[in-house]
């Protein structure tokens, strides 16, 4: 517990009475309000009465290298005092801009050489599709823009990358562009027929993409949006040879695929992307944000191949532009913050600490939750990992909604001190990169002891027989 001086009282009724949070539950938020998450050290959070907790989701999958570091402080402090701002339209650029984008093109797997800076994953999938539409239209190949997207994935919150999103919650009493978006089925193993062995499923999901694009026509479709972990719809982790399989068919019908790497670049699985050095996947596009300062400045890109650039970057006409951008695109002190957060995680080795702890993380979990019959999956990957919940683990039927199975576990963890993330039947496991094993052991000792609270509590209230 730390002395902290904050008026939380106060606080709490000008976040209530001004402040829409983002997934607002308003039938609770008008009474309850909200909790005040005040200062932050490492991979633990404090709230404003000073009470600790492990920070299980990483601030929002992104707060890689840990909270309170001195040098990412001083390096945004120094790029703010040096110039805060400049605009970077037209031909324009700052120094941060410039060298951040050389860095990022050289991670990059293959030729995605040419960085378009946006201040979040939503922006950089929302002008990825933008651009391929332009291409296209650059080739006289203007019916070619339908998207193809899989239900559970999620791409974003703008009018069109929440319409590309598949997590049908996140859609509820909003409008979509739905002519322009379609869904193919989401590949989640777990999920899969009976009797259905993991490779038959393999082909179903490769055979869903290809008969979308094939009913469509190829001469319609643009793009195929997939991440190679699936964070917000369940962490869902594809059948193996999934993302380069898909990348074969969409190269046979000249569609683009974009990997999205909101979530998973910048360490979460051991690398900067994944989807070369994990997935054996070469995109056209990787869109990504989060990670990439971890968290401490709000910045995203959409990370591009030669082959767009090629035909992007030609003149329309005399006095033509590439119209398109955002007033903080290439932000000086965003992109400082960028640079800074590489320097740390190649210099501390981050990327290779969550190769060898992250495998102790999966078994640790593994062993912690496999015996509680309330548990029906673990999965994911390093430390992008989620624990899914059932009524009965041979049906695999879900618990009552009124059981509410992952929030309840998430507060009762939380009055242990640790916050793990609720997502319905679930909850995700994504903390720092830095966390440590004794760190590990603790963190999911918690969760176990919070499921088993949660059954008991569940059979008291005769919402589950166990």
């Not at 562009?177 to 193993?189: A, M, Q, R, T």
């Not at 899914?388 to 041979?394: G, S």
């Not at 001190?417 to 995700?428: D, K, S, T």
């Amino acid at each position: 517990m730390r002395n902290l001086k904050y008026d939380t009282k106060e606080l709490w009724r000008q976040d209530r009475d001004h402040y829409v949070h983002p997934w607002t539950d308003f039938s609770t938020f008008k009474k309850d309000g909200s909790e005040i998450i005040a200062e932050s050290e490492g991979i633990y959070v404090y709230d404003s009465d000073g009470q600790r907790y492990i920070d299980g989701i990483g601030g929002l999958w992104c707060v890689n290298i840990g909270y309170g570091r001195d040098e990412m402080a001083q390096a945004i402090a120094e790029q703010a005092k040096r110039m805060c701002y400049y605009s970077t339209f037209t031909h324009i650029t700052t120094p941060p801009a410039a060298a951040l984008a050389a860095k990022l093109a050289e991670l990059a797997p293959g030729p995605l050489n040419h960085v378009f800076y946006t201040t979040g994953g939503s922006e950089s999938n929302d002008v990825a599709v933008r651009t391929v539409h332009f291409y296209f239209n650059r080739l006289g190949k203007k019916s070619k823009k339908k998207i193809i997207s899989r239900i559970d994935g999620y791409h974003g919150s703008t009018l069109l990358t929440a319409t590309i999103t598949g997590v049908m919650f996140d859609r509820i009493g909003f409008d979509t562009i739905d002519d322009l978006v379609h869904h193919i089925p989401c590949p989640n193993p777990y999920r899969r027929p009976d009797g259905m062995t993991l490779e038959e499923f393999g082909d179903q999901c490769i055979a869903d993409l290809e008969n979308k694009i094939l009913e469509l026509g190829p001469e319609n479709v643009a793009m195929f949006f997939a991440e190679p972990i699936m964070g917000a719809g369940g962490v869902i982790v594809p059948p193996p040879g999934y993302h380069r399989r898909a990348q074969e068919v969409c190269a046979k019908y000249d569609v683009f695929y974009l990997s999205d790497e909101v979530v998973t670049a910048f360490g979460r699985l051991g690398h900067f992307f994944a989807s070369k050095d994990k997935f054996d996947l070469q995109p056209d596009i990787i869109s990504t944000a989060k990670g990439i300062t971890s968290g401490y400045q709000p910045l995203g890109a959409m990370i591009f191949s030669d082959k767009i650039y090629e035909v992007i970057s030609v003149p329309q006409a005399e006095g033509a532009m590439f119209t398109n951008g955002f007033t903080y695109s290439g932000h000086a002190v965003t992109c400082a913050a960028g640079l800074k957060n590489i320097e740390i995680m190649e210099r501390e080795a981050i990327c290779g600490h969550v190769r060898k702890v992250g495998p102790y993380f999966e078994k640790k979990l593994h062993e912690a939750m496999h015996d509680l019959p309330i548990v029906g999956d673990i999965r994911g990957s390093h430390f992008m990992l989620c624990a899914e919940y059932v009524a009965d683990r041979k049906t695999k039927a879900l618990l009552p909604p009124e059981a509410d199975i992952g929030g309840r576990i998430a507060r009762i963890a939380k009055a242990s001190g640790a916050i793990v993330r609720p997502l319905g039947h679930l909850n995700v496991l994504s903390p720092p990169l830095i966390m440590t094993e004794p760190q590990i052991d603790e963190l999911v000792a918690i969760l176990r002891a919070s499921t088993l609270t949660a059954m008991d509590e569940l059979k008291r209230e005769k919402l589950w027989n166990g």
